[in-house]
């Protein structure tokens, strides 16, 4: 049961454009949507968030969107650079009870940036 | 500040055996989690610590794994015996339990049952 799902498992774009990536969910208990990154031989770390009162959250070159009727969300990087090559891991969570900070990640896109 | 502490980084055993991996989070956070990561996939939660007790461990085998974090601050890991398909990274993590959900990642310990 696949709660969390990144359809594209690879993504490769060239310096300077813009990189989408995107997410979908089917729980709609979910309300706290975050994105990691991952590179080789680390541990994920922490990118963009969102809570489900929002439809979009900025933060430099970054900017995450929810469209929570498509329960879909995501992440956009513009100007997409080099050094943004990595795995990146879309998670969710639903807030409240014993399932707070619970993460569901989905299963990771690996974007390459080409100078 | 100090980030999560893992060790060891990568550990090889034959099936059967017994394997432990260790983890300090950072100072002062409540909450810890060990996920196990398979290649390919995402990391999956195995538990979640709440200070010294267990918040969930619903997806962790617990015919064979185990976990503890006593004095609520450093947590072990232990999986007996091993079967090949606990191949994966394990990571763990920490939080503050505030409402931002954030969690922050150590290096995760690569495991290879041959």
């Known amino acids: 049961d696949q709660q969390v799902k990144q359809n594209s498992p690879s993504l490769s774009v060239q310096e300077g454009r813009i990189s989408i990536l995107n997410c979908d969910y089917t729980?709609?208990?979910?309300?706290?949507f975050l994105w990691y990154k991952k590179y080789p031989a680390e541990g994920p770390t922490f990118l963009i968030s969102?809570?489900?009162?929002?439809d979009k959250n900025e933060d430099g070159r970054f900017t995450v969107f929810l469209n929570k009727s498509a329960k879909h969300l995501s992440l956009h990087i513009v100007p997409s650079q080099p050094g943004d090559s990595a795995v990146y891991f879309c998670?969710?969570?639903?807030?409240?009870?014993?399932?707070?900070?619970?993460?569901?990640f989905g299963q990771g896109t690996i974007l390459t940036v080409h100078p | 500040e100090a980030g999560v502490a893992q060790s060891p980084r990568y550990k090889i055993i034959e099936k059967r055996q017994s394997v432990a991996f260790w983890c300090n989070p950072i100072?002062?956070?409540?909450?810890l989690y060990w996920y196990q990561q398979i290649l390919g996939q995402g990391p999956k939660l195995l538990i979640q610590?709440?200070?010294?007790?267990?918040?969930?461990d619903s997806q962790l085998p617990k015919d064979r794994f185990s976990a503890e974090r006593l004095k609520g601050v450093d947590s072990t890991l232990k999986i007996q015996p091993a079967k090949l398909e606990d191949s994966a990274v394990y990571l763990c993590?920490?939080?503050?339990?505030?409402?931002?959900?954030?969690?922050?990642f150590g290096p995760g310990t690569r495991l290879t049952v041959l």
């Open positions: 993590a920490s939080s503050s339990g505030l409402e931002d959900n954030e969690q922050f």
């Open positions: 729980n709609s208990m979910f309300d706290y």
């Open positions: 969102i809570s489900s009162i929002k």
């Open positions: 998670a969710a969570s639903s807030g409240g009870g014993t399932s707070y900070g619970k993460l569901t």
């Open positions: 100072s002062g956070h409540a909450t």
């Open positions: 610590f709440q200070n010294n007790g267990v918040v969930d």
